[in-house]
């Protein structure tokens, strides 16, 4: 008997011991992305990525427009494509089951690049939507917040997920290309977005310059990059 007690403590301690490595991301593990170490190196298209990590006081300092310190601080936005998919990342202090009175928001994509976020991912039920209406945050500067109307396109099932993140969260999802239209609908004004019922932050990313020989696979439309807000870090990176 205090063999086997002796046994489940050194499992206890080890599982404890390895706690920071228990959360199993949808594909930001296998681009070699971390807190702090958010370049990826390991996707085989095209990404662009916005990092944006409050590192002041954690429990409150402005954010942008609100307050809030990391529990409300969107961290970095991953806007990744290759031939068929995009791939969609938010890494944020902000939890789905929310805080307080405060919700978190749905995935919000701009395809087209016409200022409309007309494709949207419901974040409690994986859905990918095309939008026809959304609701505002408290912030209005962070809209749109959450998905009021619109038609259910089809579950991303295994291609969605939530999970710890380095003691953050981290929401992805990998989204067929031909269900948003195609490639040859981005412009240099496509891009994705996320916040939650507050808005005090807000965190978005637009779509990434293919490989000339994705993009001429890809056919026509060029991908560029949009501007960028407060204190924005903007990467391209393309890895083999």
């Not at 996707?43 to 310190?69: I, K, M, Q, R």
């Amino acid at each position: 008997m205090k063999k086997g007690i002796l046994t489940l403590l050194l499992v206890i301690a080890f599982l404890a011991g390895n706690a920071h490595f228990s959360h199993a991301t949808l594909f930001l593990d296998d681009w070699g992305v971390s807190y702090g170490n958010w370049e990826p190196t390991g996707f085989g298209g095209s990404v662009n990525y916005v990092v944006e990590d409050w590192t002041g006081d954690p429990a409150s300092g402005y954010l942008d427009p609100g307050y809030g310190g990391d529990a409300f601080d969107v961290e970095a936005v991953y806007f990744g494509l290759d031939d068929d998919y995009a791939y969609f990342a938010f890494v944020t202090g902000f939890p789905l089951q929310g805080i307080g009175n405060y919700d978190a928001g749905d995935i919000a994509i701009d395809w087209n690049g016409d200022g409309t976020y007309e494709y949207g991912i419901d974040t409690e039920t994986g859905d990918l939507m095309s939008v026809t209406s959304w609701s505002d945050p408290y912030f209005t500067a962070s809209s749109p917040y959450q998905i009021t109307s619109g038609t259910t396109i089809e579950n991303l099932g295994a291609n969605y997920s939530y999970d710890t993140f380095d003691g953050r969260y981290a929401i992805e999802a990998i989204v067929d290309i031909s269900s948003l239209g195609g490639a040859g609908l981005l412009t240099t004004d496509s891009d994705i977005h996320w916040t939650m019922s507050c808005g005090n932050d807000a965190g978005g990313a637009p779509a990434p310059v293919p490989e000339p020989a994705t993009m001429f696979l890809l056919g026509a439309g060029f991908i560029g990059m949009a501007g960028l807000g407060r204190k924005r870090l903007f990467n391209t990176s393309v890895v083999k």
